[in-house]
């Protein structure tokens, strides 16, 4: 039988399961009236929330839908087309029947620094004869094999005479290359082991591929997997409740199955490669969670003031659902930007970035609402001891409200003063030199693979990525004719002149009806030096004897090739890409705040952030400091594709902080609150979700400079520093300072401009009628803005 005071404590937690069931009940009944029409946005959610199992079970349809739509195509998928001569030699080589043979060279000198010269060390040249019996053991897995030891083969000895350099082609059929390539590195590695004292090191075309391709993997690999667990740990905290802490990566997971699934199919047409593919990823578990953020927060907050389910749902449909829905239009089209470069690696990632987050805004405002209709108070179930029961109640942020009071005094001192220390952190960028880095640079020199590189260059400048010049007949024929191979002879001569720009041995293959000449070139690869190497190969080199055979067209490609092509197609259209950015992000919010002001603040104060991150990215990267702490070698300049990546991707993802903030501000400016009191309430009520979205981007990103590529730590210290300067000196200080000083003016638009399309029948209370409806018209707006 149970005690008085146990029956009672039964009593009251039975009453309380009582009130939940009818409060959720309730929520059920009004949610299932019809609603007046609305936004489309709250029309969208209304319809989501009135039928939650058609939409839950709809957007789950959509998924399976989307996974199963790459078993419907075959064949393989689309290739990128690389830009400049560079792209006519890929595509030259892949209209041929068979492959282009792979290049292979290996490195035999002494491992100590005493070591003699190669012709007077009887080791080194049994290590090049006991290598050269290997390939004979694997008979047609190897072709054109060039020696030191081969008579009028100076070239493959280095300038101090004490490396010696042994080249070879993987030979074909197609469908054996992989295998004779492994049959060749076997006997490399065997040769290797029988002579410890000689170092026998390979590198060369599939051997560095494979290089970067295994580390790009394996980074991205570990990005995604600390990613999504530091994304939970955080989100547990930011909820205290751990089904609410599930939504935003339930809607993350769906999201991004969908968008690989549709990717599979796009990927027949469009290229996007590993390396893309996550960076999608990325992107769209940050937007998928900072919508859910924006959601659920704003949910908490209208049930913590008293709201129904039912009414706590219907308004963060019309405040939330619209922020959530601009913000995901505005990324969409700042990013669809990049496709006006020309270049097919950012179209790729262009299109893929614009499917997940058109995916996660649709699904942030129809299955989220629904599912959180269905939830009702069970969404705030399985609470964190300790921190779960203040967690789950949404309250405004005391010291962001302080700080803002603060600024909003003293606009022009806090202002100032943070304008100035972001000028300062973009000074460095005034320096800044785009260049890509090369293998050698990129990857640490801990992988094999990279060291041999490395000392190669050292011994033979440009062997491990030469210059490949692709020479083709006009009318069809093979290019393997006499006057073609004459022209190939005088080049030795244009590489005697070059005055160490040019630099042998030349190497020759025929691909059919192609000839194919690799000539190495001084420098790292992508560096000034080689980058010269080239244009004196292009401009005159060539011209002086290829050029001068008639019936032929050639092309020069290869990694420096590319480097400078792609770089020569960025420029000319970068200013392009960042006007149509610019442009399109002013018109659209000109439209939804109905204010001149406002677009040209958070445009100006978006550049000036971004000015801010390029020139950490400077200074760190170009300039070597914190190399030691962050683990990378400086090799003089930053990452060619990066800052426009940065500016399009950031620029968009910073918009949503921007619109959320701003919409919080208008809503109690319309409620009819002094300027500057919306101000205050607005950044400590936005606080909340804004920090927690920037903690969670910048921890996703920050693991970013965990990897091994330089060029992801560049990405990763760029993109961190670039959210927490939006997320804590823009929000906090520069965008109420100038909100402060326009005062009234920054909700103003100019007579001309009134006819806009937006929601231009929205009326700011007046002060009287806000005295009127005291406190808890202040704290409900958008109550307010119905009872009008």
Known sequence: MLSRGKLSRGKKRQGQRDDTTRNDGEASRVLTTPRARGTLIERIAGWSIRHRALAIGGWLALVVVAVLSTSLVSGPSADTDDPGESGAVKRILNSQKNYEPVLENVLIQPKGADGGKFTDDPELRRATQDLVAEFKKTPGAVTGLRTPLSPGEEKQLSADGRSGLVTFFVAGPNDKMDAHFEAATEAVKATAARHPQVRVVQAGDQSLSTAVDEAIKEDFGSAETTSLPITLLILLVVFGALVAASIPLLLAATTVAATFGFIGVLGQWVAVNSAVS??????????????????????????????????????????????????????????????????????????????????????????????????????????????GKRRTTALESSAWRKAARGVVRRPLLWGGAAVVALVAMALPMFGMHLQDAAVVNSLPRSAPTVDAAIRMQEAFPGAPTPARVAVWGVDGKSSDTPEVRAAVDKLHGEIARSGGRLAGPLSTVRVDDVLVVRIPLAGTGTDPVSNDALQMLRDRALPDTLGTVEGIEYATGGRTAFAQDFAEQLSGRTFLVIGFVLVLAFALLLVVFRSLAIPLVSIALNLLSMGASYGVLTWVFQDGNLSSLLGFTSYGGVAGWLPLFMFVVLFGLSMDYHIFILSRIRERWLAGADAKEAIVGGIAASAGVVTSAAVIMTAVFTVFITLSAIENKMMGVGMAVAILIDATVVRGLLLPAALALLGERAWELPGLLSRLPGKAGQRRVPAADTDQAGAEHVARPFEGARRR
């Open 278 to 387: 996550s960076m999608i990823l990325l992107i769209g578990v940050a937007v998928s969670v900072d919508y859910s953020l924006f959601y659920l927060r704003r949910e908490r907050e209208e049930r913590a003031a008293g709201q129904s389910v039912a009414d706590s749902l219907r308004t963060t449909a019309k405040t939330s659902g619209h922020v959530v829905a601009v913000s995901g239009v505005t990324v969409m089209l700042c990013v669809s930007g990049l496709l006006l470069s020309g270049l097919d690696v950012f179209r790729g990632l262009a299109l893929g970035t614009v499917l997940v987050v058109g995916l996660a805004m649709t699904g942030s405002v129809t299955v989220l609402p629904a599912l959180l209709a269905a939830l009702g108070h069970r969404v705030d179930k399985g609470r964190i001891p300790w921190l």
